[in-house]
C-alpha cells in the first residue's frame, strides 16, 4: 500500500527566507511523486512532479523538488519565499501501475511580510 | 471546458437524505477522479474512472456510495441515506489519460454538509 508523511503540520516563515518541506513515502516499486498547492480560496493545483530522469525536479513559481531513491524523500525547496507563498502544500505519490495517488496531509505555509 | 467544473459548490443535507454531486471535466480527459477531503488532512482517494469504466472503486468507503460516468465525459457521485461523518469537501479531479505521467487537474470540489 502507499503512503505518505509529511512532518511538518504548520510552517512560518519570514519573506526572504529559505523553505524546505519534508516529504516521505511509502511504496514498493517505482513511483512518480508530485507536488500539490492550494492558495487561500483556490483548488488544488499541480505545482511540480517527478516521474523519471533528473532526480532534481523544477516547477512554477521558483520551487523545486529532489527524489532521493535511497531516503525515499521527496522534499520541496524554495530558495528566497514571498507573502503570496502562503498556502497548503501536498505532497503526492503514484505507483506507476496504478492510476490513483495517495496525498499527504499537508503543510500550511505562513509567510509574514 | 476550462477547467473542471463541479456543482453544488456547498451542499447541505439531512442525515439520511441522498445526494449526487456531480464533475464536468476537461473537454477530451479520459480519466476523472473523485477524492473526499476532511478537515486537516490531504485528499483520500474514492474512485477513478478511465472513460466510462470504473478503473479503481477500492477507496469506496461502503455500498452507500456510487459513481457513475455513462458517457465518459460528465460524472456523478452519488451517497446514499447519507451520515454525519460524510461531511467532507468532494473534489474532482482529470487528467489526460491514467498514465503515471501525469498529474491531476483538480475541481473547487463540493462542500458537503450532513446536518
Known amino acids: 500500500a502507499q503512503s505518505v508523511s509529511q512532518h511538518n503540520h504548520h510552517v512560518i516563515l519570514s519573506e526572504a527566507a529559505s523553505l524546505e518541506l519534508g516529504c516521505n513515502y511509502s511504496?514498493?516499486?517505482?513511483?512518480?511523486l508530485f507536488w500539490y498547492v492550494q492558495y487561500p480560496g483556490q483548488h488544488l493545483q499541480l505545482l511540480l512532479k517527478?516521474?523519471?530522469?533528473?532526480?532534481l525536479v523544477k516547477g512554477i513559481k521558483g520551487f523545486e523538488a529532489e527524489f532521493i531513491k535511497s531516503k525515499f524523500s521527496f522534499n520541496l525547496r524554495k530558495p528566497s519565499v514571498q507573502w503570496s507563498d502562503t498556502a497548503e502544500y501536498f505532497c503526492?505519490?503514484?505507483?506507476?501501475?496504478?492510476?490513483?495517488?495517495?496525498f499527504g496531509d499537508g503543510t500550511t505555509l505562513t509567510v509574514k511580510p | 471546458g476550462a477547467g473542471v467544473s463541479q456543482t453544488p459548490s456547498n451542499k447541505v443535507t439531512e442525515k439520511g437524505k441522498y445526494v449526487e454531486l456531480r464533475c464536468d471535466p476537461i473537454?477530451?480527459?479520459?480519466?476523472l477522479y473523485w477524492y473526499r477531503q476532511s478537515l486537516g488532512q490531504g485528499p483520500e482517494f474514492l474512485i477513478y474512472?478511465?472513460?466510462?469504466?470504473?478503473?479503481?472503486d477500492s477507496g469506496l468507503p461502503n455500498d452507500r456510495f456510487f459513481a457513475v460516468r455513462p458517457e465518459g465525459s460528465v460524472s456523478t457521485l452519488k451517497i446514499q441515506r447519507t451520515e454525519r461523518g460524510d461531511s467532507a469537501v468532494y473534489l474532482c479531479?482529470?487528467?489526460?489519460?491514467?498514465?503515471?505521467?501525469?498529474?491531476?487537474?483538480f475541481g473547487s470540489g463540493t462542500r458537503l454538509t450532513v446536518v
Open positions: 479531479a482529470s487528467s489526460p489519460s491514467d498514465s503515471w505521467v501525469y498529474g491531476y487537474t
Open positions: 511504496y514498493g516499486g517505482t513511483v512518480n
Open positions: 517527478y516521474f523519471s530522469g533528473d532526480p
Open positions: 503526492a505519490v503514484r505507483g506507476t501501475n496504478a492510476g490513483k495517488s495517495t
Open positions: 473537454s477530451g480527459h479520459t480519466a
Open positions: 474512472f478511465q472513460g466510462t469504466g470504473a478503473a479503481d
